[in-house]
């Protein structure tokens, strides 16, 4: 079992810069690949970011890739996300997800833990 609390969403300006933290309960958090996803109004959760185990390979989704950052601290049991460069379209509520297991990390029904989610919101 894993628990999973995010913090460090808010409201910013396109262009400006937000790092997202997830931090993790349980002696468990190296044995989880980890990522994020995000769910805007109306539209469906899809992936954002995900990292290995040993941090040794990260996936981004098209959307972001340049932009965001993925990483984590395994002392800290914590994974970030550093989003830099934001659009208005990058506004929706971020998702933490945990896995000790996966085929496909861009799946959302791969991931069995959940983290209650941070709001970001990108004015123009």
């Known amino acids: 079992q894993v628990q999973l609390v995010e913090s460090g969403g808010g409201l910013v300006q396109a262009g400006g810069s937000l790092r997202l933290s997830c931090a993790a309960s349980?002696?468990?958090?190296?044995?989880?690949?980890m990522a994020w996803f995000r769910q805007a109004p109306g539209k469906e959760r899809e992936f954002v970011a995900g990292?290995?185990?040993?941090?040794?390979?990260?996936d981004y989704a098209d959307s972001v890739k340049g932009r965001f950052t993925i990483s984590r601290d395994s002392a800290k049991n914590t994974v970030y996300l550093q989003m830099n460069g934001l659009k208005p379209e990058d506004t929706a509520v971020y998702y933490c997800?945990?896995?000790?297991?996966?085929?496909?990390?861009?799946?959302?029904?791969?991931?069995?833990?959940w983290g209650q989610g941070t709001q970001v919101t990108v004015s123009s």
């Open positions: 997800a945990a896995t000790p297991q996966y085929w496909d990390p861009q799946d959302r029904n791969e991931y069995n833990y």
């Open positions: 349980g002696r468990t958090f190296s044995s989880y690949y």
């Open positions: 990292i290995s185990r040993n941090s040794g390979s990260t």
